[in-house]
């Protein structure tokens, strides 16, 4: 029985360990999926994965930033944070837009370092945090945003028989110039066929689907881990019961049903379970305390010794009950003796556990053998 539970026990193992790797792959997935999300939110703002918008990649005037033609690196198709200076910051009137307390204009040579833009995305930050955020960014998070920027194209537009309805912002005709009637930004060659379409809005898509990925990936992670505790509580199922069958005399055993066993365990895991003080716990040589348990409410949990006195608990309890014994049952011939009318009470097993009984037949109760052979399949599987 000692060889059957250690060959389980490395069968347990195995898996464990290929557990193990998969744990490892799925860190490795979450830490660049975590990565790649952070990029292409960081991409979708300032048009570059970095932390901040960088002036040097939006100088000239509005019409060389903000319109389809642009050829700077961040502009209203490559950034979010230029895309709101250039709805916010108008060329004629310096007027106090989208809520913030802006009043400067974007004057012709105004941005050629870039600083207009600097001094406007400083106060539309500003305002900005004014607001709640989110707790967490989710996929639903980003994609409701999506959905609201794409609800907004057209709605401001003065003349609603305009042939141009993707058009973001406000305007009294069908064009775009960064003056405070024409304060727009026109989508409509971007998303024409052939037209380069809006990156910053392909980030944040991106984006959205790593973060579905990375849910994936930790709920996947959590399952693993939780079968790896699995794997630990049958290898030590599967310990105890070996255990426990060494210390039975060969001549005599009364073995209950694994059920029994379980249920006392069971039982006394519970009343385990209600110590939420290691002291309390320690107080007690059947408990160990895990201050690393996942749940707080089990953190006393049964030790292996404490496990082992319930299985020799619920032993003495059901023993004798079935009257099926194995007394003076020590030989070959007696063995077939009590099995003379084929029920197979009595099995022959060679023992190995000690030098001076080493390649000896010994004769045990069949019922128990068969029941701990269970056992041991059952913490396998």
Known sequence: MRQA??????????????????????????????AAISGNIQSAFFAEAKGELNKENAKGNWGAVCTYASTTKANVLTSVAVTAICLCQDTDAGNANCGHTLTTQWSAGGNNAGEAVATSWSAIKTACEKRKLPEHITSKTIRAAIAQFKSRLGLSLTHKTTTKPLILGETDASTCDGTAAKLCIDYTDALATGGKGITW??????????????????????????????????????????????????????????????????????????????????????????????????????????????????????????????????????????????????????????????????????????KLKLALMVAAF
């Open 5 to 34: 539970a250690n060959d389980i026990i490395k069968k347990l193992l195995d898996q464990a360990q290929e557990l193990k790797q998969q744990k490892i792959d799925a860190i490795a997935a979450l830490g660049a999926d975590n």
């Open 201 to 370: 809005l392909s980030n944040l898509e991106q984006a959205a689907d790593l973060v579905d990925n990375a849910t994936g990936t930790a709920a996947h992670f959590r399952l693993l881990t939780a079968q790896q505790k699995q794997l630990v509580s049958q290898a030590e199922q599967a310990h105890t019961f070996a255990r426990y069958a060494a210390t039975l005399p060969a001549t005599t055993i009364h073995q209950p049903p694994l059920q029994d066993i379980e249920a006392k365990q069971e039982v006394a895991e519970k009343e385990c379970n209600k110590k939420d003080k290691d002291t309390d716990c320690a107080a007690n040589p059947k408990y160990k305390w895990d201050r690393e348990a996942e749940d707080p409410k089990k953190r006393c949990t049964l030790s292996e010794q404490g496990k082992q006195k319930e299985a020799e608990q619920a032993t003495q309890e059901t023993g004798g009950k079935d009257g099926k014994t194995n007394t003076n049952t020590t030989t070959q011939p007696e063995c077939e003796a009590v099995n003379k009318d084929g029920k197979n009470r009595c099995g022959e097993e060679k023992r190995g556990d000690s030098k001076s009984d080493k390649d000896t037949v010994k004769c045990r109760h069949s019922l128990f053998s068969r």
